[in-house]
């Protein structure tokens, strides 16, 4: 499974304290951070949180970087998405799926202790090649 990771130009404002920052392509999307390392931290978590329920093939176009148009005191920069990483910090609670073996498999697995759960999520992640983490 190849990784997507989606760009979208995000625009830095200098504060006295900080850094304001927005993301022009996805209204809405806002934050701010005390050094730059933060800011970028806060604006793709805010990224994630304002495509949350929105279909990666619905994402909207990102601009490009030299169309932006800056004040005093603003700087664009590219700010990477990774959907994947997003999802597995923030979405990771479980969910109930209804699934059938035969029974003499269930009646072996249960003899052994097998953890259906744990088994199941193992093959899904190596079908699709990721990692939990």
């Not at 989606?6 to 951070?33: K, L, R």
């Not at 805010?46 to 990102?62: R, T």
Request: glycine share 4%.
């Amino acid at each position: 499974m190849m990784k997507k990771i989606y760009f979208y130009p995000a625009i830095f404002q200098v504060e006295e304290d900080g850094y304001s920052v927005f993301v022009p392509d996805i209204p809405g999307c806002m934050t701010q951070g005390d050094t730059m390392e933060e800011a970028l931290a806060m604006v793709q978590e805010a990224i994630g949180l304002m495509l949350e329920d929105v279909a990666p093939a619905d994402y909207p176009a990102a601009s490009l970087p030299q169309d932006l148009v800056l004040e005093k005191d603003q700087f664009a920069l590219m700010v990477p998405f990774d959907k994947l990483a997003y999802d597995k910090k923030y979405n990771a609670k479980a969910v109930k799926k209804t699934l059938s073996v035969p029974k003499w498999l269930d009646t072996l697995a249960t003899e052994h202790n097998v953890n259906f759960s744990n088994i199941l999520q193992n093959a899904l992640m190596h079908e699709l090649g990721v990692r939990k983490t």
